[in-house]
């Protein structure tokens, strides 16, 4: 069974940046499509950054382009680039992966549908 653990995250002052990691175990690893997602309380789940071998496509929430890069400099890795960091994007980040079925990069942070995903780390920004 598939499995993530992120880290990276902490508390960052506005303006700031974070690199946060994710790292697959289990078997087998591999997934149609993979991201970031992240939530903050009382807000809905948000599709931050997704790949997806579909479509050999990535996609970005339009609340981060421009500010967010993620990379996967591992096969067993999703890394995620956080620059400019504002308080709206203190949250849960979390990454997460569409398994079973195909998805494009856009439809999985849209639709916020994944099978499987971690326990996520915690990301504040503030000053």
């Known amino acids: 069974q598939l499995q993530f653990v992120e880290s990276g995250g902490g508390l960052v002052q506005p303006g700031g940046s974070l690199r946060l990691s994710c790292t697959a175990s289990g078997f087998p690893l591999d997934w149609n499509a993979i991201g970031w997602f992240r939530q903050a309380p009382g807000k809905e789940r948000e599709g931050v950054s997704c790949i997806s071998k579909a479509d050999h496509t990535q996609h970005y929430a339009d609340a981060v382009k421009g500010r967010f890069t993620v990379s996967r400099d591992a096969p067993n890795t999703l890394d995620l680039q956080m620059n400019s960091l504002q308080p709206e994007d203190t949250g849960t980040y979390f990454c997460?992966?569409?398994?079973?079925?195909?998805?494009?990069?856009?439809?999985?942070?849209?639709?916020?549908?994944?099978?499987?995903r971690g326990p996520g780390t915690q990301v504040t920004v503030s000053s």
């Open positions: 997460a992966a569409v398994v079973h079925g195909v998805a494009t990069a856009r439809a999985m942070c849209v639709l916020r549908e994944y099978d499987t």
